[in-house]
């Protein structure tokens, strides 16, 4: 169980004691007695703050650690960026065939030679 539950449920309890403390309460309870009623209810609503920042505390360390896991999306990774993510790999071979046949069209002849088609990849290419 992470830390963070552990201190929600620990002040959820918290609130339900309080509430049973103000509960006992009654229009015909000594004056003692509901100030003994009302000082254990603040020491439990103390408690409860309490646990508040520490579970503060608890959530900003969380989305800290988070950001940190997450590394830099600016950094390489060594993972080829210049695919796009789900596109299908077997059009990437036959783009990739089309470019080497083009290449070579251009290596064997001239651009005035080449395919229209051919002469497009060549330009995608240089650019």
């Known amino acids: 169980m992470s830390k963070l539950t552990e201190l929600r449920e620990k002040q959820a309890k918290l609130v339900a004691d309080a509430r049973a403390k103000l509960d006992e309460i009654k229009d015909d309870t000594p004056e003692a007695r509901t100030k003994e009623i009302e000082t254990e209810y603040d020491r439990i609503m103390a408690d409860y703050e309490r646990l508040e920042g520490r579970a503060k505390k608890e959530e900003a360390l969380a989305t ?64």
Do not use: Q
């Open 64 to 127: 800290r650690e988070a950001a940190l896991e997450a590394g830099d999306p600016r950094r390489p990774t060594g993972e080829d960026r210049t695919v796009k993510p789900g596109s299908d790999p077997e059009d990437r071979a036959g783009a990739e065939e089309k470019r080497v046949a083009a290449f070579r069209s251009y290596l064997l002849g001239s651009e005035c030679d080449m395919e229209p088609d051919d002469r497009k990849i060549l330009h995608e290419m240089r650019a």
